[in-house]
């Protein structure tokens, strides 16, 4: 099957600094990508939808100046947090689709402090 | 807007079977998704459902009706590796986008 890494899978940063999450597409060329957040004990949320060489799609209330992402090719994005703050801590889950059916990465684990 | 709900949490012994409902109201349905989810992992595929009736696949089976806005879940002779979370997942065909349900925490216990 298809299979999505993503990178790190888990990462500690200060309140203030900004961290960068990488999805790739390992097998597979995607057309879409989406990153989604999820608290615990709460079900996916969709933040943006990505795709290759243009500009993500933000859900609403995802404010796409702190959430910044880049879809520089068919097999990467990535997910930068700016000015982190302890409420942006959760889990962050990339997908990636190259038809309906989309293909998760294995999620990381931000920890604002 | 986008509804889909599923119940919060549900308990169940091991080597017995457990249905799991979703309803939904969605602006457009192409396709219901079922996955699994352990905790602090990512969800994993279980089914896909596009056309009405039951879709079986192994100890796992799914339902759905168009009409009602309804699907179910259905896992046979349980082990304690499937307490987990059960995501249903609208296709609205928009944009590859799907609207997640609020998702069903499964506790099996002996």
């Known amino acids: 099957g298809a299979v999505v890494s993503q990178h790190p899978s888990w990462v500690i940063c200060k309140s203030g600094t900004s961290v960068k999450i990488e999805c790739r597409s390992l097998?597979?060329?995607?057309?879409?990508m989406f990153w989604y957040r999820q608290f615990p004990k709460q079900s996916l949320m969709l933040m943006a939808t990505?795709?290759?060489?243009?500009?993500?799609?933000?859900e609403q209330g995802v404010e796409k100046d702190k959430f910044l992402i880049n879809h520089a090719s068919l097999t990467l994005s990535t997910l930068t947090v700016t000015s982190a703050h302890p409420e942006d801590s959760s889990f962050y889950i990339c997908?990636?689709?190259?038809?309906?059916?989309?293909?998760f990465g294995p999620g990381t684990r931000l920890t604002v402090t | 807007g986008q509804n889909i709900d599923q119940p919060t949490e549900m308990t169940a012994t091991e080597g017995a079977i457990v249905q799991i409902n979703c309803t939904y109201q969605?602006?457009?349905?192409?396709?219901l998704f079922w996955y699994q989810q352990h905790a602090g992992e990512a969800p994993t595929f279980l089914s896909y459902?596009?056309?009405?009736g039951l879709e079986e696949k192994g100890r796992f089976s799914s339902f759905l009706s168009r009409s009602k806005g309804y699907s179910y879940l259905l896992l046979k002779e349980l082990q304690m590796k499937d307490s987990a979370s059960y995501l249903c997942?609208?296709?609205?065909?928009?944009?590859?986008?799907?609207?997640f349900g609020t998702g069903t925490r499964l506790q099996v216990t002996l």
């Open positions: 459902n596009v056309l009405d």
């Open positions: 990505s795709n290759e060489g243009s500009k993500a799609t933000y």
């Open positions: 097998d597979f060329q995607a057309t879409t």
């Open positions: 997908s990636a689709t190259d038809d309906y059916e989309q293909y």
């Open positions: 997942a609208v296709y609205t065909g928009t944009a590859s986008k799907l609207t």
């Open positions: 969605t602006s457009g349905f192409n396709g």
